[in-house]
């Protein structure tokens, strides 16, 4: 086995068994904010795969999304209680929004492909790889 599948079966068994290390990441993350840039990838085997490189055009950026279902704000005055849903499904997968996070944040950036790098009881976490458009 190559360096890049023991790397890979390490990131899937810290996520799985939840680990001490993995749970001080989580603490972390909740405090920072939104959309964080990134030094370095934390799972570089998937990164690179999804068109990452370690020079100036690259980067890499964390991505906070929320979970459950979508609220939508509806005017409920004098609507029946079946014709009033506050919380919709919208019909797309939550690293689609990350994804859309992080290209509205980067404008001057095109986002290659994202994948998950952990979740919590609140919020699910992606890294979005991101190139400068020049």
Known sequence: MGAAKYISKSFESSAKTRTPEYRTRLSAWRKQGTIVRVETPLNPVRARGLGYKATNDYFVS?????????????????????????????????????????????????????????????????????????
């Open 62 to 134: 964390r991505v906070k999304v929320t979970r459950g279902k979508r609220v939508r704000r509806q005017p409920d005055l004098g609507r029946k209680p079946a014709k009033n849903r506050k919380r919709v499904n919208p019909g797309k997968a939550w690293q689609w929004f990350a994804e859309l996070k992080a290209s509205l944040k980067y404008k001057n950036a095109k986002v290659l492909g994202s994948y998950w790098v952990g979740e919590d009881a609140v919020d699910q976490y992606y890294e979005v790889v991101l190139k400068t458009e020049n």
